[in-house]
């Protein structure tokens, strides 16, 4: 099974798909509950109000994160096997695949007539019955090819990853508010810090897949980081 498993991600390029949709998805849902409590600290900070119940925010921030879960399950399966389906009809048209299965099945229905009249030899209804049901079991048996099951296989490991990538990282930014009952603005500071150093790691491991600059990817991750902080502040008070 594992051999199995380990074909299909090589005929596909399992790991690099993988790979690209847990870091962009990990690093959205992040910044989809940046915004959640940010909304919540400039509430904070506005009605000079001191502390708020925690399990506000991580209820809010869950809602969030269960949605991302729910649309990137559904989301991208739908649309891997759309994509599929239209590269498959696309190859069949470029191989020139015009014959449907009925038709081969009379094919080889017109075969066993020549080959009886050629040969002399009485076939009975029964064997004539056995042999039609024999071959509407062929029809209705659908092949998959290598490559069809490797394209099923990689659409719901890709569809998994894309919708809990960014359910994992919107509860990244959740974690010290489990720790409290009331949440206060030290709380929410050392949530931004937790994000800021789950999106540093990530500028890592961009940097050691890509073979590039390490601190490149580090500031180009934390700069969308930086970003939202501002423009979120800005526009909410």
Do not use: C
């Not at 299909?8 to 390029?13: A, F, L, M, V």
């Not at 998805?25 to 502390?51: A, C, H, R, S």
């Not at 809602?63 to 990137?72: A, P, R, T």
């Amino acid at each position: 099974m594992i051999e199995k498993f380990k074909t299909y991600s090589k005929i596909t390029n399992l790991w690099g798909i993988a790979r690209r949709y847990f870091v962009n998805n990990f690093y959205d849902g992040m910044l989809t509950v940046l915004g959640i409590l940010l909304g919540f600290f400039v509430i904070i900070l506005k009605e000079d109000q001191p502390l708020i119940e925690s399990h506000l925010v991580i209820l809010t921030g869950l809602g969030s994160s269960i949605s991302m879960l729910i649309s990137g399950l559904t989301g991208s399966y739908l649309s891997e096997k759309a994509e599929q389906k239209k590269i498959k009809e696309e190859l069949n048209r470029a191989m020139v695949i015009n014959k449907s299965e009925e038709e081969e099945v009379e094919e080889e229905s017109v075969d066993l007539k020549e080959i009886e009249k050629a040969m002399l030899i009485k076939i009975n209804h029964s064997i004539h019955s056995k042999t039609r049901g024999r071959l509407r079991k062929k029809k209705k048996k659908k092949i998959r090819t290598l490559q069809e099951k490797a394209e099923n296989f990689t659409s719901i490991i890709v569809s998994i990853i894309n919708g809990g990538s960014p359910f994992l990282g919107g509860l990244v930014p959740l974690i010290p508010f489990f720790m409290v009952t009331f949440a206060n603005i030290y709380i929410f500071i050392i949530s931004f810090l937790i994000i800021l150093v789950f999106i540093i790691l990530l500028g890592v491991f961009l940097g050691i897949v890509s073979r590039e600059s390490i601190i490149k990817n580090i500031i180009q991750m934390t700069f969308a980081f930086f970003i939202t902080l501002l423009i979120s502040i800005f526009f909410l008070n």
